[in-house]
């Protein structure tokens, strides 16, 4: 019960930090606004949540001298992996303030930067809140007040991360994965179901012609036809010329 309990957490936890990354990639971009800052808050604060009840939940258990030794190494291996979700919002976290300084929303300094990305990111927050639909609630001046608060939670992220690594002695290269790398990739799992990517990217994927490389041997073959054409028309051309040229 307790590993399911756990895996569950850290799924949930997964599934925010990956929207948040989402999120602060629309930052200084033509899709940078007012609602995505508030979506980037609490976006922020939601993983915030769950990474202390992932800590606390994986604390208990690993200090608990009673559970199995394959028990154990199923929390270590769960252990790992939160370490390096944390790791991963600690850095998104970082980016979005150096990006928010860059582009202040209330008094801007800079044009924003011309992506190439459209759309909006709300589907984005409101999977990562799991809400059906965003409400937005925030200040004109979100960008500024919450920078300020932005850097006292990077300063308690890499506090919590110091504090995890006293409490639970755990080394990362001492557990073993249970699935071989990229295992992932090769699931049968739709991608409809486990994307979270919602800002598109406006380019056209080159199609493939039908029937594979015949498409391109003929038109291979009509360019080379098309060539030899043009020479014979320009040597008639040529050639007529000369003999006009003469009887005249």
């Known amino acids: 019960m307790g590993k399911e309990?756990?895996?569950?957490?850290?799924?949930?936890l997964n599934k925010v930090t990956a929207c948040y990354r989402h999120l602060v990639i629309a930052l200084g971009s033509t899709s940078d606004s007012q609602n995505l800052r508030e979506e980037l808050k609490r976006t922020r604060k939601k993983a915030q949540e769950l990474a202390v009840a992932n800590r606390t939940k994986l604390t208990s258990l690993l200090k608990d001298k009673s559970i199995s030794k394959e028990d154990r190494a199923e929390y270590e291996r769960l252990w790992v992996l939160f370490s390096s979700s944390m790791d991963l919002l600690e850095v998104d976290m970082k980016r979005s303030l150096e990006i928010g300084q860059d582009f202040p929303l209330k008094?801007?300094?800079?044009?924003?930067?011309?992506?190439?990305?459209?759309?909006?990111?709300?589907?984005?927050?409101?999977?990562a809140m799991s809400v059906q639909n965003m409400k937005y609630e925030a200040d004109s001046n979100i960008d500024t007040a919450d920078l300020r608060d932005l850097q006292a939670e990077i300063c308690q992220v890499s506090q919590m991360m110091e504090e995890m690594e006293m409490k639970v002695q755990v080394a990362p290269w001492a557990v073993e994965a249970k699935q071989e790398a990229g295992?992932?990739?090769?699931?049968n799992m739709s991608v409809g179901n486990s994307s979270v990517g919602v800002i598109s990217i406006c380019e056209e994927e080159p199609k493939d012609e039908e029937g594979g490389g015949g498409g391109g041997g003929d038109a291979g073959f009509a360019s080379i036809c098309a060539v030899v054409v043009f020479f014979v028309i320009v040597t008639v051309a040529v050639v007529l010329g000369y003999l006009v040229i003469n009887m005249s």
Do not use: W, Y
Request: charged share 20%; proline share 3%.
């Open 107 to 127: 008094v801007p300094t800079r044009h924003f930067i011309q992506t190439g990305m459209t759309g909006s990111t709300s589907t984005v927050a409101a999977r």
């Open 183 to 187: 295992a992932e990739l090769k699931s």
């Open 5 to 12: 309990e756990c895996k569950t957490m850290l799924d949930a």
